[in-house]
């Protein structure tokens, strides 16, 4: 967190928002690409393009950032992942905060009813505390983070090693194999943290799909 503010410093809110949502940032990509990246990247930024469109009166950086999430992370990550998994089970999922009503009544309060200091959600907790246990609404925030770091290092180890690491391997060669190799090393180190993982899944994906779509 301490690298993720450093590299925020004296950037405008969109940048900062990108920095903290991108897997792979313009000079890792640089590197690892072997065609040249930025002459290749001919699309406008999406966050760019969203933030523009976003209208908040109050100047209010948060609702901002939250109004961007809604038409990225949202749509594109967390809830396409949920529909296709529970689909795919026969399970019918629909999250009640969802309703298009709840949505535009929440997105109407102000940030300053939402955030203080270290506590998020007070008003959402405040409506709840008659409902909801108190152990509940005071516990800290648990996630529904994939374990990628277990898969990767054993049901997926081979498999990415035949297709990312392997001189032999079929893959797009697209990554050059010595960054890759450097990313699965640091991986693979005692003190490997988060954010390599998730960039070794990325590539692994792109890859599987590749073998899929474009042989």
């Given at each position: 967190?301490?690298?993720?503010?450093?590299?925020?410093?004296?950037?405008?809110?969109?940048?900062?928002?990108?920095?903290?949502?991108?897997?792979?940032?313009?000079?890792?990509?640089?590197?690892?690409?072997?065609?040249?990246?930025?002459?290749?990247?001919?699309?406008?930024?999406?966050?760019?393009?969203?933030?523009?469109?976003?209208?908040?009166?109050?100047?209010?950086?948060?609702?901002?950032?939250?109004?961007?999430?809604?038409?990225?992370?949202?749509?594109?990550?967390?809830?396409?992942?949920?529909?296709?998994?529970?689909?795919?089970?026969?399970?019918?999922?629909?999250?009640?905060?969802?309703?298009?009503?709840?949505?535009?009544?929440?997105?109407?309060?102000?940030?300053?009813?939402?955030?203080?200091?270290?506590?998020?959600?007070?008003?959402?907790?405040?409506?709840?505390?008659?409902l909801v246990p108190s152990e509940f609404l005071k516990r800290s925030k648990h996630?529904?983070?994939?374990?990628?770091?277990?898969?990767?290092?054993?049901?997926?180890?081979?498999?990415?090693?035949?297709?990312?690491?392997?001189?032999?391997?079929?893959?797009?060669?697209?990554?050059?194999?010595?960054?890759?190799?450097?990313?699965?090393?640091?991986?693979?180190?005692?003190?490997?943290?988060?954010?390599?993982?998730?960039?070794?899944?990325?590539?692994?994906?792109?890859?599987?799909?590749?073998?899929v779509y474009h042989k």
């Open positions: 967190r301490g690298a993720a503010l450093i590299k925020n410093l004296g950037l405008t809110h969109e940048q900062q928002h990108l920095n903290l949502v991108d897997c792979f940032g313009r000079v890792e990509l640089e590197k690892l690409c072997k065609f040249d990246y930025m002459e290749e990247y001919t699309g406008e930024n999406i966050f760019e393009n969203i933030y523009r469109s976003i209208s908040t009166d109050d100047g209010d950086v948060v609702r901002a950032a939250q109004l961007a999430d809604l038409q990225t992370y949202m749509a594109e990550d967390i809830l396409m992942k949920v529909d296709k998994m529970s689909m795919a089970h026969g399970l019918e999922v629909r999250v009640p905060f969802l309703d298009h009503k709840v949505v535009e009544m929440a997105m109407r309060i102000p940030t300053i009813y939402n955030l203080k200091g270290n506590q998020r959600k007070l008003a959402l907790k405040e409506s709840m505390s008659d996630g529904f983070t994939a374990p990628v770091d277990q898969w990767l290092k054993n049901d997926l180890k081979e498999v990415f090693g035949d297709l990312l690491l392997s001189p032999s391997s079929t893959n797009s060669g697209l990554f050059e194999r010595r960054e890759v190799q450097i990313l699965w090393q640091k991986f693979s180190g005692v003190n490997c943290h988060v954010g390599i993982s998730e960039r070794l899944w990325t590539l692994l994906c792109f890859e599987m799909w590749n073998n």
